[in-house]
């Protein structure tokens, strides 16, 4: 980061004090920061407090003559490397994904032309709200990286998604915006995602019930402490995370082609829930006077997690994930040594985790079980990327 510029926007929500120290923290990496405080922003946190910890003007307003004439707000748009805004509420998050222009901070961010970084904080029901959902998925959509929130206590009393991550977390995001020395930096790591479907006729298919959340988190997760990131997803209907090069498939077969095309790699992490069974697709649609869906003739799918740990283009950690309801730990113990791979993550898919937002796994290894608790995918997501990380370390 030495010789950055970062273009901080703080956001008026009580996370904005760990802006001050986020502010140290880049400045101590070596790169500068200017601020622009928003009016809400200015509740919470000074000008004067954010202007000593910069050593530079903080900007506040639209209408300053002087900020005018001396940097207009188009120039303090594009003359940063990155822009941040930290914290990013809902009303900013808003703002930014309809393309709102009506103060000095969402102007910023719509004449920009450099990465933008947003790192939400707000209540829990306001981050799981259908409204903010969808604007941090257009978000992403248009490519700006929308740090998944925390899990905690909140200052309003509830508990959930929507605190702030810690400083030194939003550190590790921007050096990896920024293209520096991330955890995973120089390492490629493949991710699959999703279900897949497997025709029976021109109009049916063969499907299951994953969405791709918990292997699109896990993408973004590892995208974010430097990886370069291949993400190979079954048909599901989510945005692409920043910084990860997508190819979407459909079936099993086109899976374990994606898959092959994609080696070498330092990882690779099988989230998808690929179908075990094709079937011998009628090029018609079946009628039910033909005798329905009996006639079918079942064909077994390549165990594409199998194939890999066998292969001689394996990769240095193979993770798989193992999807049970019931005898969780057991089945992936067993999954663990029958498919070759380093890692299975086991999780009981008997309730509302396909297609939820949460997770309760257990991380099983040829030196025991680790269980994470109840969290949110995102959740799991970076703590699975932190221990690749330690394990491709060396």
Known sequence: MQGKRILLIVGGGIAAYKACELVRLIRKAGASVRCVLTEGGAQFVTPMTLA????????????????????????????????????????????????????????????????????????????????????????????????????????????????LPEPERILEAISAALGGSGALSGRHVVVTAGPTHEPIDPVRVLANRSSGKQGFAIAEALAGIGARVTLIAGPVALATPAGVDRVDVETA????????????????????????????????????????????????????????????????????????????????????DRKGADWIVANDVSGDVMGGDDNCVHLVTRNGTESWDHMSKAAVARQLAARIAEALRD
């Not at 910069?54 to 303090?76: C, F, R």
């Not at 086109?254 to 099988?270: C, I, R, W």
């Not at 094709?278 to 033909?290: G, T, Y």
């Open 253 to 336: 077969a086109q899976m374990q082609d994606a898959l092959q095309t994609s080696l070498p790699a330092d990882a690779a992490v099988m989230v998808a829930a690929v179908a075990d069974w094709r079937v011998e697709a009628s090029p018609h649609k079946l009628k039910k006077q033909d005798g329905g869906l009996s006639g079918l003739r079942f064909v077994e799918n390549p165990d594409l997690l199998a194939e890999l740990g066998a292969s001689p283009e394996r990769p240095r950690l193979l993770i798989g994930f193992a999807a049970e309801t019931e005898a969780v730990v057991d089945h992936a113990r067993a999954k663990l």
């Open 52 to 163: 000593a910890l910069s050593e530079q003007p903080v900007h506040t307003s639209l209408w300053d003559l002087k900020d005018e004439a001396e940097m207009g707000h188009i120039q303090l748009s594009r003359e940063a490397d990155l822009v941040v805004v930290c914290p990013a509420t809902a009303d900013l998050l808003s703002k930014m994904a309809t393309g709102a222009a009506d103060d000095l901070a969402s102007t910023l961010l719509l004449a920009t032309d450099k990465k933008v970084l947003a790192c939400p904080a707000m209540n829990v029901r306001m981050w799981l709200h259908a409204a903010t959902q969808r604007n941090i998925e257009r978000l992403r959509g248009d490519g700006v990286t929308v740090l998944e929130p925390d899990e905690g206590d909140m200052a309003c009393g509830e508990y959930g998604p929507g605190r």
